[in-house]
C-alpha cells in the first residue's frame, strides 16, 4: 500500500515540515542499510508526503556520509513519485543573493567519495541523465516562490562538491568560469539516484552566501550562513507547502520509465541476490 506520493528531503535549516497533519514517523531499513532518520509521514495540502530530514535531525551526517542510496530506495518503498529536495547553497553569480531560491536544471560533480547508483555487484545499467531534473516538479517549484513572493530563478548549474570544507578562492573561481550558478555539497547523488529508481526530483536551493569569490563579502563562515538559514527556514517551508498544492496528480514526464532500457546484463547472468535487492526498483526489466 502507497503510503506517501510526495517526498521531502529537507537540508540545512529545514528539519521539520510545518503544516503536517495526521503525523505518524516510521522508521525504514534497507538493502542498502539505515536511512539518515526516521520518515515523518502525514497528510500538507491534502496529498500524502513523507518528509526526511537529509543530515539527520540534529544536522548528525556529514555531506559525505549521507546514505544516498537508502534515503532513495526508502522513499521508493513508501512509494513516493516524486521528490522535492531542499538544500543551502553558495551563490556563485551576483544575481543570485543571500536569501534567493534557485530552482536548478543542471549538475556538475566534484565529489569523489560516493556511491552514486544501485547499479553494480552483478548489474550493469545505464539511465539518461542529459536532463537531470524533472521538469514538472521544478516548474511547481517556481510557481511556487512566485506564490509566496519570494525570489524563485529558474533554471542554472549546480556544482556538487565533496566537502565539508567550502571552496578556494581557485575553485570558487574556476566554478564561475564554468557559468555555474550555485555550490552545495548533497543534491547531485539524490538526483542520480532518484532517476535510477524513475522518481521525480527537483532541487530548491537556497542562497545563504556569496560563497568565497565575491570581493566585497568575507569568505562564508558557519555563524554567517546560519542566520540566513534561520531567514530561509520560513520561507522553504512555505515553498515546498505551495509546490506540493501544484503538483499534478498524474505524471505524464519520462521519469516513470527512466530505467526501461537501462539495463545491459541478460536476465539469467543476473544473480539471485541481485534480483532481490533490486527487485522493488527494476524487477519489472529484470524478468
Avoid at 496528480?249 to 536476465?267: D, F, H, M, N
Wanted: charge should be neutral.
Amino acid at each position: 500500500m502507497q503510503k506517501a506520493e510526495i517526498g521531502i528531503i529537507g537540508g540545512s535549516g529545514l528539519y521539520s515540515m510545518p503544516g503536517l497533519k495526521d503525523i505518524r514517523e516510521e522508521s525504514i531499513e534497507t538493502p542498502y542499510g539505515a536511512p539518515s532518520d526516521s520518515f515523518i509521514l502525514g497528510n500538507l495540502e491534502g496529498r500524502k508526503v513523507a518528509f526526511l530530514a537529509r543530515h539527520g535531525r540534529g544536522h548528525k551526517l556529514l555531506p559525505s556520509e549521507l546514505n544516498f542510496r537508502a534515503n532513495i530506495y526508502a522513499m521508493k518503498l513508501l512509494g513516493v513519485d516524486r521528490i522535492i529536495s531542499v538544500s543551502a547553497v553558495g551563490s556563485l553569480k551576483e544575481e543570485h543573493k543571500p536569501t534567493d531560491f534557485v530552482i536548478p536544471d543542471q549538475f556538475i560533480d566534484r565529489t569523489f567519495l560516493r556511491t552514486s547508483t544501485f547499479f553494480g555487484n552483478g548489474v550493469v545499467g545505464h539511465v539518461a541523465f542529459g536532463d537531470p531534473i524533472c521538469a514538472t516538479v521544478a516548474e511547481a517549484a517556481t510557481s511556487a516562490c512566485a506564490s509566496i513572493g519570494v525570489v524563485g530563478k529558474r533554471g542554472g548549474t549546480y556544482v556538487c562538491i565533496e566537502g565539508p570544507q567550502f571552496s578556494t578562492k581557485a575553485e570558487s573561481n574556476l566554478y564561475r568560469s564554468w557559468d555555474a550558478d550555485v555550490v552545495g555539497m548533497t543534491n547531485l547523488q539524490e538526483a542520480k539516484l532518484a532517476r535510477e529508481a524513475e522518481i521525480c526530483y527537483a532541487t530548491v536551493a537556497m542562497v545563504t552566501d556569496y560563497d568565497c569569490w565575491h570581493p566585497n563579502h568575507d569568505s562564508v563562515t558557519v555563524d554567517q550562513i546560519v542566520a540566513v538559514l534561520h531567514q530561509n527556514a520560513e520561507n522553504a517551508a512555505k515553498v515546498v507547502r505551495a509546490t506540493v498544492a501544484a503538483l499534478p496528480v498524474e505524471r505524464t514526464c519520462g521519469c516513470a520509465s527512466a530505467a526501461k532500457y537501462a539495463i545491459l546484463t541478460q536476465p539469467s547472468a543476473i544473480p539471485a541476490e541481485a534480483k532481490e535487492r533490486l527487485k522493488l526498483l527494476f524487477g519489472k526489466y529484470m524478468a
